[in-house]
């Protein structure tokens, strides 16, 4: 291991991250949706959600989005959310070693960016900001699974 830590040791700080990133998702359960936006309690859309889940844990933010309209998605080209994923998470995982605090990234069609976030909170449900609704807590409903397009770990706190 690169960090002098062992294999037992990185497993439990990752344990302990992601149910520090759980509990901290489920701080915002009720936040208003608000397209751009990323304050707890007063408004946030799905990748606000995911920044100031950031800020919370590690302190500032790796970058910031700049202004998107919504349907960036479907203009932008590539695949921007998990490039950005990748950049400060690292590789995507297979979706059965997905575990709670894990960052999911949704696909709504084949051949489309991503452009949807949540956060795995147990086997099968997750955190994510509803548009035209709030941060709620899911069922993940085969619905929303056949639609992962990738899962993210966040880096262990340390």
Do not use: N
């Not at 100031?52 to 998605?73: C, I, N, T």
Request: charged share 25%; proline share 8%; aromatic share 8%.
């Amino acid at each position: 291991m690169t960090d002098g830590r062992s294999m037992t040791e990185q497993t439990g700080a990752t344990r302990q991250t992601g149910d520090a990133i759980v509990a901290a998702a489920r701080g915002w359960i009720g936040t208003p949706y608000r397209h751009q936006a990323s304050r707890r309690g007063v408004g946030c859309d799905c990748l606000g959600l995911v920044r100031g889940l950031w800020r919370e844990l590690y302190g500032a933010e790796p970058e910031r989005p700049g202004p998107y309209q919504p349907d960036w998605a479907e203009r932008s080209g590539g695949d921007p959310l998990i490039a950005a994923a990748e950049r400060h998470c690292g590789a995507a995982l297979p979706l059965p070693q997905a575990r709670p605090g894990d960052l999911l990234v949704f696909r709504w069609r084949a051949g489309c960016a991503a452009k949807h976030l949540g956060i795995l909170s147990g086997a099968d449900r997750f955190i994510h900001a509803y548009e035209q609704a709030a941060v709620v807590e899911s069922p993940l409903v085969p619905g929303w699974r056949r639609r992962i397009a990738a899962v993210f770990r966040f880096p262990d706190r340390r």
